[in-house]
């Protein structure tokens, strides 16, 4: 299994921390949404986030994006904090990290491939043929090699999402973020996204924080299950355990409901 | 290069051709309110005999300038009072925007509604009058205040074919006395004045009856 | 002289008053674009003081009608000491009138892109110019051509008002023939016709314009 994966958990050192949430609250208004929140993800590791419907897991995500602000608190990602850093800053911080939306959030004015090429040539100053064999190999990673020159409205769901992933793979970054992605797709279509997943857990030794309702494809990918209530991690544990003896009655309670 | 004596002195003159544009600008609005509304209506009729000629009209009459209209009727109808022919030019210009908005309203109102006029049977004009009008009518009111306000901004077209609306009389003032600096300094303050406070409604207006 | 006869023989000045007018339209519409899209992403700016400022100009314009504006910029900028030629008045005012209108068409069109549309541009961490240029803008602007398509029938509209202010336009030239010939009905119902067919293919142009847009975006015919 890949958790057992031997040549990537030797190749992450342990002090190495890819991403901590010290003491971090979010409120919208008056509604606390992550309530001092403290967790650590080292490099490499991958993380699933699992939790009732509004305990806050995409703000977690969307946090880390930078594409919400911390009411108190610091997110630091490879050892730098970024909380309430400029935009300039911000953007030197975003680097490391890409993120696949649950609606794909494709491009509707760009052909496929240059969904995937705009980012590397305008943001890391690839040159257009290099970006364009970055983006496709990426295409060959997740099977749509022959749809490059298609436009993302001509694709299906599934395909928009795989698309979505390379087009966050070109950038090449250290975390990437990954919320429901297969939650907007047709039953038929998951299986399909979720294996371009696995394959690309297995070949690369990326950062990866995952909020899924896939439990099986979270067994397959995860080192860690975070189990997330009332705005705090209430559990946290290898899924092998989370999973068949969980502590906590909440998270036995939530299990229960969606296994 | 701004003399309040001369502005205090142009005041009274302007504000009453000022009273003329508010008079312009109300009658042409129910022109075109009314006959906006006839034309909508009519461009449903069951015929294409009425439907294509009345869309030619409307399409030729909204592409060309009403400055233009304005002078073609006052030249070829003379005898005929200017503010007169003004108000009718004008609202009937206008008419075939408020027709649109009409058409648009009225192409909102569900299907289903006609569908429970026909099971009831009512007559047409009880279709019309007492079920669709009143559901389309509603929605549509900003946008018919909006064309009220564009009118009231184009109505010192009037003022090319003698009308002494505000404008006419602004620059009458500003030619006599060499004070078009403080002529249509005043001019555009009162058209400010008026029309942003009236916009600013209609907007609220529009928010209201979104819901 | 009957009125054909005229109307051909002068012919070569009708044409150059259809330049004057097309030319000011055009000019007035480029003035006009350039500050839709100033005024309407200044409307947007974070800051509060930008976005006052743009609400004020943009009220400003909308509200004191056009005709007053190009009657100013006529007969009292000189006051002031700055004369422009009628034709740059005119421009002007066109420009500052319709560049008011048309803001306000900027900001809806800029306003109905996704806001998930912005959230991929910073995941992809595109710098804010990248995001309008690349994503935001290309995405918008179909939505804005018949709404600027509009405008532009409005200001074409509005032209006549250059032969109030001297200006040898298609209406002045018209009136000319009319008076040489004394035959106001034909003089109007052709000047009348020239609107439309101008307006009628400055509508084409538009049209085109937003069918390709749309094709870029998936939407029309591939
Ligand atoms: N922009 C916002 N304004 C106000 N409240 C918000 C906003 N975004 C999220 N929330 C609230 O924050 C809480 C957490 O939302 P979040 O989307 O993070 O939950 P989630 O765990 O991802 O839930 P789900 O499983 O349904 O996706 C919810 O109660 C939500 O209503
Ligand atoms: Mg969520």
Redesign the interface.
């Known amino acids: 299994m890949l958790t057992d994966n031997p040549a990537r958990k030797t190749s992450v050192s342990p002090v190495s921390t890819a991403v901590t949430f010290d003491q971090v609250v979010k409120r919208y208004g008056d509604h606390t949404v992550l309530d001092h929140l403290d967790f650590e993800v080292r490099q490499g590791e991958r993380v699933t986030l699992i939790g009732p419907s509004g305990s806050g897991k995409t703000t977690i995500l969307r946090l880390l994006?930078?594409?919400e602000r911390v009411t108190e608190g610091v997110i630091q990602v490879n050892g730098q904090p970024f909380s309430g850093l400029p935009?300039k800053q911000l953007?030197r911080a975003?680097?490391h990290?890409?993120?696949v939306?649950q609606?794909f959030?494709?491009?509707?004015?760009m052909k496929v491939l240059d969904n995937i090429t705009?980012?590397p040539v305008?943001?890391l100053g690839l040159s257009r043929d290099e970006a364009a064999e970055r983006a496709r190999d990426l295409l060959d990673l997740v099977g749509l090699a022959d749809k490059a020159d298609v436009?993302?409205?001509?694709l299906s769901g599934g395909q928009q999402q795989r698309v979505a992933i390379a087009?966050?793979l070109a950038?090449r970054p250290d975390i990437l973020l990954l919320d429901e992605v297969t939650s907007a797709l047709d039953p038929e279509l998951v299986q399909g996204v979720l294996d371009v997943l696995r394959d690309i857990a297995q070949a690369t030794d990326i950062t990866m924080l995952c909020v899924t309702h896939e439990m099986g494809f979270a067994r397959d990918i995860s080192d860690r299950v975070l189990m997330f209530d009332g705005g705090r991690v209430i559990e946290s544990g290898p899924p092998e355990r989370m999973f068949s003896e969980p502590e906590h009655e909440r998270t036995r309670d939530f299990l229960g409901a969606v296994l | 290069m701004w003399d309040w004596h001369t502005a205090r002195e142009g005041l009274p003159l302007i504000l009453h051709g000022f009273g003329i544009t508010l008079l312009a600008t109300a009658l042409g609005s129910l022109v075109a309110i009314v006959l906006g509304l006839v034309i909508a209506v009519l461009g449903r009729a069951p015929t294409r005999w009425v439907r294509l000629p009345l869309r030619a009209v409307v399409e030729f009459v909204r592409s060309t300038p009403v400055m233009i209209q304005l002078f073609a009727v006052w030249v070829l109808a003379p005898g005929l009072d200017p503010l007169t022919i003004g108000i009718v030019v004008l609202g009937l210009h206008y008419a075939m925007y408020t027709s649109e908005v009409y058409r648009a309203g009225i192409d909102a109102v569900p299907r289903g509604q006609w569908e429970a006029a026909v099971a009831l049977s009512l007559p047409p004009i009880r279709t019309w009058w007492g079920v669709v009008l009143p559901q389309a009518v509603r929605k549509v009111i900003p946008a018919l205040g909006n064309y009220v306000i564009s009118m009231f901004k184009e109505t010192p077209f009037l003022s090319v074919i003698t009308v002494n609306e505000m404008v006419h009389e602004a620059n009458q003032f500003g030619s006599d006395n060499f004070a078009y600096m403080e002529a249509f300094t005043i001019a555009a303050a009162i058209f400010l004045i008026a029309s942003y406070p009236t916009s600013m409604l209609m907007r609220k207006l529009e928010k209201r009856l979104a819901h | 002289m009957s009125f054909l006869t005229a109307f051909v023989r002068s012919l070569p000045s009708i044409w150059d008053g259809i330049q004057i007018t097309v030319l000011a339209t055009l000019l007035g519409a480029l003035l006009a674009l350039v500050l839709s899209f100033v005024l309407g992403l200044a409307a947007r700016s974070r800051h509060l003081l930008v976005r006052g400022l743009a609400r004020a100009v943009v009220e400003f314009f909308r509200g004191t009608s056009l005709y007053v504006q190009l009657f100013w910029l006529f007969f009292a900028l000189p006051i002031l000491g700055f004369k422009l030629v009628p034709l740059a008045c005119a421009v002007l005012a066109f420009g500052l009138n319709y560049g008011a209108y048309g803001s306000e068409v900027v900001r809806g069109a800029l306003a109905a892109v996704p806001r998930a549309q912005w959230e991929a541009t910073v995941a992809l961490n595109m710098t804010p110019w990248q995001r309008m240029r690349k994503v935001i803008l290309p995405q918008a602007w179909p939505q804005m051509i018949p709404p600027f398509n509009n405008l532009l029938i409005q200001l074409l509209k509005s032209t006549p008002l250059l032969s109030l202010i001297t200006v040898s336009d298609i209406t002045f030239q018209m009136d000319q023939l009319r008076s040489a010939t004394g035959d106001t009905k034909a003089a109007y119902l052709v000047l009348l016709v020239i609107y439309f067919v101008l307006a009628y293919a400055l509508t084409l142009c538009m049209n085109g314009l937003e069918a390709l847009g749309k094709a870029r975006l998936g939407q029309g015919r591939a």
């Open positions: 994006m930078t594409l935009e953007r975003r680097r990290i890409g993120m939306f609606q959030n494709l491009f509707p004015n705009e980012a305008q943001v436009h993302p409205t001509r087009r966050a950038m």
